[in-house]
């Protein structure tokens, strides 16, 4: 068992910044994926972003592209997501999530993980 805890969360205004992070803890895994997920209210849980084992690839949903940078370090076993530019379109629950499957495709379904945080809020005032 994997277990993600996720904090940063917290309420900003538009144009601002916000670093979420991402830890985990219990079973290692290697080769494995970590992403981000979100959730707003009355919506569907979506992708955000996807960082790879080694962090050397990285995949974005068409709408953060640019402002939003994932990244992990291994020795801490934690996830970040650098959140910049901050549109109040971007609130949600924000949730990490693993997977220890190897993969060739990026995943960005919600099936395609197998572990989950519990989520941490984000709120973006205008």
């Known amino acids: 068992q994997v277990q993600l805890v996720e904090s940063g969360g917290g309420l900003v205004q538009t144009g601002g910044s916000l670093r979420l992070s991402c830890a985990a803890s219990g079973r290692t895994f290697s080769s494995a994926y970590m992403g981000w997920f979100r959730q707003a209210p009355g919506k569907e849980r979506e992708f955000v972003a996807a960082?790879?084992?080694?962090?050397?690839?990285?995949h974005y949903a068409d709408s953060v592209k640019g402002r939003f940078t994932i990244s992990r370090d291994n020795a801490k076993n934690t996830v970040y997501l650098q959140m910049n530019t901050l549109k109040p379109e971007d609130t949600a629950v924000y949730y990490c999530a693993a997977r220890q499957r190897r993969t060739v495709v990026v995943p960005i379904s919600l099936a395609s993980y197998d572990y989950w945080g519990q989520g941490t809020q984000v709120t973006v005032s205008s």
């Open positions: 960082v790879n084992w080694s962090g050397g690839s990285t």
